[in-house]
């Protein structure tokens, strides 16, 4: 690659350093309460280094080379750069990267799945760990001059997570550069079959062609009764993989799950129910013997867990990373609830059956009954994963959510913490007030749709077992796209996600943000928020928050393009794929909804006009059109249609690569890293609260004290 294209995975300069605040929602705790809540951090931490083996070959050698620096000089970092001999920039930019690096816990963005690399030369890291035998040690074992940190010069599809058989690097296939995503899929087709399950498994290829399957779990051995497929470890593959096999093997990740069933089980000895206290010992069955069965069963506990004072969920969750979206990522929360705010979350729950028949789809295509979630606003004590998310909406696992149910949470912390003074890109000058003023409750409105009547809508039309179908197979329903019965549905044994693939995460992301936009334009809806008296009223306060909305969501259109590679033709990230998708919408909506302005050759003055005067009338009619499309695909299996309609919206012309992505990438603003606090239990088991600052320094003494 030429020094233009590596500037661009250079890590950011400064990172955005913000503190996930917490401490007046941990102290208002009982102590049993926090001694629950300590443990289940404890347990999230302990999974860290899951996480970096699930990024890069090279993150955990990353990760001890930091920590080991740290630990050497006690985090006094002008000591350890006057015994190195290193200028000042030179540790500016080491720490810049450490920073960025432990905020996405690994070498790759957790929002966008491109690589990072440091400003500074290999010799500055050589400078940096040669007055230190443990980060010597840590520096052979990584090899950071040969490839672990920098750009892949001569492979510049492996800058970008993916299927291996592309050229891209993904450590959910170790070792397994010629693993194909033909066989990747056969055997999710296979594991199907024999129902197991994927989400905590790693896939491997051996020289031989066979595969071998890992399963995280804390023993080696499978448990006396049999794993979730039985006694079974070795299996002759059907298909186009006849005469291979597959191997499962126990283990993976054993250490770290071993020391997170401990701290769960110690959990569990303080919990503040029952439902609680089962939930514990199902996950602890989980994490030590590897079933994804048993993790079911504590999913299925956490949603019956009604209003707890501290919320939890940990394990293998979302899929997003693996380039096949059936394998997760590590990922552990532990949060406090804020009554207050968790009052209009309740508020929208309680709203739901009412607004949920304003979808632009009928009966035949939404669940028989809404089941009621639990809806709160939660202030993160520990999110432990690649990244925080603003909003959450699990668990996963389809039947749960269509028979018990499901949970939505804001994470309210997250969503307030802000850094001074950050830049506004693409907003027109005239709207930046107002924009700046509204952007928080716009963000809150969105989220609190987009997880509870986005994700938490529809039906899949299935054939439950063979000849058994959750519609009248004889009298199809009919589509509302083609007026005709619906020829297309879920067959036994299938999926969302085993259906529509690769492209299952960002379209039902792309399809929960559509609903958000569709309702928000609803005033009853952003009452419920304390905005506005419920009448329509596009010009007052409810108004603003509104019209802010849609300029956030056309803003994240056109930054989206950052994390789509002009080399690969790929997207990086899935919720950014959906936003580009949102805004191309809003474009093709007509009568002057929505354009990009400029006068400018090079586009250095791009910015959005938006009509607000037409947010309730063009653009929403827009939207509906939208998502009434991916709404009927998604419920009748229809991927082949889905496909071609995501791919089609998703498309990224000359214009926007050779025009606007350059700009994009000119002016964006560094993702938010947050500085999370640790909690240490002293004498008495009493339990004490940790924070630390919010710089580059502070991020790196909160996770060398995690002692992960």
């Given at each position: 690659m030429d020094d233009q294209s590596i500037s661009q995975y250079y890590a950011d300069q400064p990172p955005t350093v913000v503190s996930l605040a917490i401490k007046p929602h941990f102290e208002a705790l009982t102590n049993e309460q926090k001694l629950y809540a300590h443990n289940i951090s404890r347990a999230a931490f302990l999974g860290s280094r899951i996480v970096l083996r699930q990024v890069s070959p090279e993150s955990e050698g990353i990760f001890d080379f930091i920590i080991a620096l740290h630990k050497s000089c006690n985090g006094d970092w002008s000591k350890l750069q006057k015994e190195t001999g290193l200028d000042e920039q030179g540790l500016k930019d080491f720490l810049n990267y450490a920073t960025q690096f432990l905020g996405n816990l690994g070498n790759y963005k957790g929002f966008g799945d491109s690589k990072f690399i440091p400003r500074c030369p290999p010799k500055t890291i050589d400078a940096l760990a040669s007055a230190i035998p443990m980060a010597k040690e840590a520096l052979r074992k990584l090899n950071v001059e040969t490839a672990a940190s920098y750009a892949t010069n001569n492979e510049p599809a492996k800058m970008h997570l993916g299927f291996p058989d592309k050229g891209h690097l993904s450590t959910y296939y170790p070792d397994s550069p010629d693993i194909t995503q033909d066989e990747i899929e056969g055997i999710s087709t296979f594991m199907a079959e024999k129902k197991l399950l994927p989400e905590n498994t790693r896939l491997k290829k051996t020289a031989d062609g066979n595969f071998k399957l890992l399963i995280a779990s804390g023993l080696s051995k499978p448990p006396p009764e049999g794993g979730d497929a039985g006694p079974e470890t070795v299996f002759d593959l059907p298909g186009k993989l006849s005469g291979k096999k597959l191997e499962i093997l126990y283990g993976d990740h054993i250490e770290e799950l071993a020391k997170v069933a401990l701290h769960i089980k110690k959990a569990g000895l303080h919990a503040a129910n029952d439902t609680q206290k089962q939930m514990m010992d199902h996950y602890a069955k989980s994490f030590g013997s590897g079933s994804l069965n048993a993790f079911k069963e504590s999913q299925k506990l956490w949603v019956k867990d009604i209003g707890p004072m501290v919320e939890t969920n940990i394990g293998f969750i979302e899929t997003y990373r693996d380039p096949a979206n059936v394998r997760a990522e590590w990922e552990g929360l532990v949060a406090m609830v804020n009554k207050e705010r968790t009052q209009a979350f309740q508020k929208l729950v309680n709203s739901a059956p009412s607004m949920i028949p304003k979808l632009?789809?009928?009966?035949?295509?939404?669940?028989?009954?809404?089941?009621?979630?639990?809806?709160?606003?939660?202030?993160?004590?520990?999110?432990?994963?690649?990244?925080?998310?603003?909003?959450?909406?699990?668990?996963?696992?389809?039947?749960?959510?269509?028979?018990?149910?499901?949970?939505?949470?804001?994470?309210?912390?997250?969503?307030?913490?802000?850094?001074?003074?950050?830049?506004?890109?693409?907003?027109?000058?005239?709207?930046?007030?107002?924009?700046?003023?509204?952007?928080?409750?716009?963000?809150?409105?969105?989220?609190?749709?987009?997880?509870?009547?986005?994700?938490?809508?529809?039906?899949?039309?299935?054939?439950?077992?063979?000849?058994?179908?959750?519609?009248?197979?004889?009298?199809?329903?009919?589509?509302p796209i083609t007026n005709k019965p619906i020829t297309t549905y879920y067959k036994p044994g299938q999926t969302w996600s085993s259906v529509f693939g690769g492209i299952s995460a960002s379209y039902e992301e792309c399809r929960a943000e559509c609903v958000a936009m569709a309702l928000s334009c609803d005033f009853s809806i952003l009452q419920i928020f304390g905005l506005g008296d419920g009448n329509t009223d596009i010009n007052g306060l409810a108004g603003d928050v509104l019209y802010a909305g849609y300029l956030s969501m056309a803003r994240a259109g056109v930054a989206a393009v950052e994390f789509w590679d002009p080399k690969t033709r790929k997207w990086g990230q899935a919720h950014m794929q959906a936003r580009f998708s949102i805004l191309k919408t809003f474009m093709e909506a007509g009568e002057g909804f929505c354009s990009l302005d400029y006068e400018k050759v090079d586009l250095s003055d791009l910015m959005i006009q938006l009509d607000r005067q037409k947010i309730l009338t063009t653009g929403r009619k827009a939207v509906e059109a939208y998502l009434q499309k991916l709404h009927v695909y998604k419920c009748t299996a229809d991927f082949e249609a889905g496909k071609g309609l995501y791919d089609e919206m998703t498309n990224v012309d000359k214009w926007w690569e050779e025009k606007v992505r350059p700009e994009v990438i000119r002016r964006k603003v560094p993702r938010k890293v947050f500085v999370q606090a640790n909690t240490v239990e002293g004498e008495g088991g009493k339990i004490e609260l940790k924070e630390y600052e919010a710089t580059c320094e502070g991020m790196i003494r909160s996770w060398a004290e995690r002692d992960v």
């Open positions: 632009p789809w009928g009966k035949d295509f939404e669940k028989d009954k809404f089941r009621a979630p639990d809806f709160t606003s939660l202030e993160v004590l520990t999110f432990n994963g690649s990244g925080i998310p603003a909003g959450i909406n699990i668990p996963n696992y389809d039947d749960i959510r269509q028979t018990i149910g499901f949970k939505n949470v804001s994470l309210g912390n997250v969503l307030s913490a802000k850094a001074p003074n950050e830049p506004v890109p693409f907003i027109a000058p005239h709207d930046l007030d107002l924009y700046r003023n509204n952007r928080d409750q716009a963000f809150e409105v969105q989220v609190g749709i987009h997880e509870l009547l986005g994700h938490g809508t529809g039906k899949l039309l299935q054939e439950t077992s063979p000849g058994v179908f959750n519609f009248n197979n004889s009298n199809p329903p009919t589509s």
